[in-house]
């Protein structure tokens, strides 16, 4: 199989299954215990907490680990909302659903919620914060998006709105690029492990120390009863094993992915008719590893026959986030960014990785070549 989905979920790495394996076998014990099995958890969970917490500049008494960037997003946007913390909410359009759905759940509950537009490159423009500057309001806005990879400018947006509260969810850049959550002045950050060849079922949440956080989840005490629940230490060392990885070979990685992409470009350019780029080339204004393109004769082409037909070859993409893939819906971040109901329905994203092969990409464009011919001759 090709895999070309890698913004969907990567390859668990060879040395994070070593680095778990001993946590499920004679390792077992609860880190809630207080018996040396239990102990020796307790010791590698909090070591992975101070290292995963000093590769995102924050301090590890800010860092608290969940089951993903699911649960991680749900817990910022609903704790601060049902504290009675903020008052309004104000997402972008093109959130992950995520961070879209537990909104419009608040909504429901009477909290105001903005959906912030996007211009015409795929970003928030600054001057849209403005009006939300308010110790009240919870802005979140993604580091990078998950369909066309585009970067925000987290820097500015912050500063146009220093008494909010600001969140991002960092699941698509964390470990591929920069990230630094003082720096950033964030008060909330998410992170995933499965998008950096760790395993799924993880994530961890940035909160700034200070912010009175309300626990989302009850029961034992836990995450410094800020989210109550056995922890795994197989997962938690996984992730800390993936992240180290990942921050360690960022450059190295970004580079051979970047690589990749840009060959990959330059075939759909020579033997794609009728696309354009729904990510930029600038390496400034998208992550390196994903490239998402719709086809400007969309009203003839069938989104989810073509990522069938790239199925049936042995190739794997998508059409937009993975968890809309098999709606028909068209992509909602497309929508946002102006394109066509029809062209973001007929949208295919390939994300590559550190393990993608040139010949893969290679082969990708022909299979699409050929499908498209195929369909576009009816
Ligand atoms: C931007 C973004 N946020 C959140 C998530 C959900 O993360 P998880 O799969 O860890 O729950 C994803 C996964 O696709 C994502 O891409």
């Not at 359009?93 to 912030?116: D, F």
């Not at 802005?139 to 509260?165: C, F, K, V, W």
């Not at 109550?228 to 800390?240: D, K, M, N, R, Y």
């Not at 993409?317 to 029809?342: E, F, I, K, T, W």
Request: proline letters at 4%.
């Amino acid at each position: 199989m090709i895999y070309l989905d890698n913004s969907a979920t990567t390859r668990l790495d060879d040395h994070v299954l070593e680095a778990m394996l001993p946590w499920l076998r004679e390792d077992f014990g609860n880190a809630s215990s207080v018996y040396s099995i239990g102990r020796k958890a307790r010791v590698a969970i909090e070591d992975a907490r101070e290292e995963l917490a000093h590769l995102i500049g924050a301090h590890p008494a800010e860092l608290i680990f969940t089951s993903g960037g699911t649960e991680s997003n749900n817990a910022v946007l609903k704790s601060m909302c049902s504290a009675g913390m903020v008052k309004q909410l104000a997402v972008s359009g093109i959130e992950h659903h995520a961070v879209l759905h537990p909104a419009e759940e608040l909504e429901k509950q009477g909290i105001a919620v903005y959906v912030l537009p996007i211009n015409e490159h795929g970003v928030v423009e600054a001057w849209e914060l403005h009006p939300l500057n308010s110790a009240e309001t919870l802005i979140s806005i993604m580091h990078a998006n998950n369909e066309t990879g585009i970067i925000q400018p987290l820097q500015d947006l912050r500063a146009t709105a220093p008494n909010a509260y600001f969140h991002t969810d960092a699941v698509q850049t964390f470990g591929k690029i920069p990230l630094d959550c003082k720096a950033l002045g964030l008060d909330f950050a998410t992170l995933s492990a499965h998008k950096i060849h760790g395993p799924k079922g993880i994530g961890a949440i940035f909160i700034r120390r200070g912010i009175d956080f309300k626990a989302h989840q009850h029961g034992g005490a836990q995450e410094r009863n800020r989210r109550a629940g056995t922890e795994s230490p197989a997962l938690i060392v996984g992730f800390q094993a993936a992240a180290r990885a990942a921050c360690k070979e960022m450059d190295v990685r970004g580079a051979y992915m970047r690589e990749c992409t840009l060959l990959l470009r330059e075939l759909l350019l020579e033997k794609i008719p009728l696309f354009r780029f729904n990510t930029p080339q600038d390496e400034h204004s998208a992550l390196p590893n994903i490239i998402n393109i719709s086809f400007l004769d969309a009203e003839k082409l069938d989104g989810e026959a073509i990522l069938q037909a790239m199925d049936m070859r042995g190739i794997a993409v998508s059409n937009g986030s993975a968890c809309v893939s098999g709606s028909l819906q068209p992509s909602h971040v497309l929508v946002a960014m102006n394109r066509a109901d029809a062209e973001a329905k007929a949208a295919v994203r390939f994300s590559v990785s550190k393990d993608t092969r040139t010949e893969d990409i290679r082969r990708t464009v022909e299979v699409l070549e050929a499908i498209l011919q195929e369909m576009r001759e009816g």
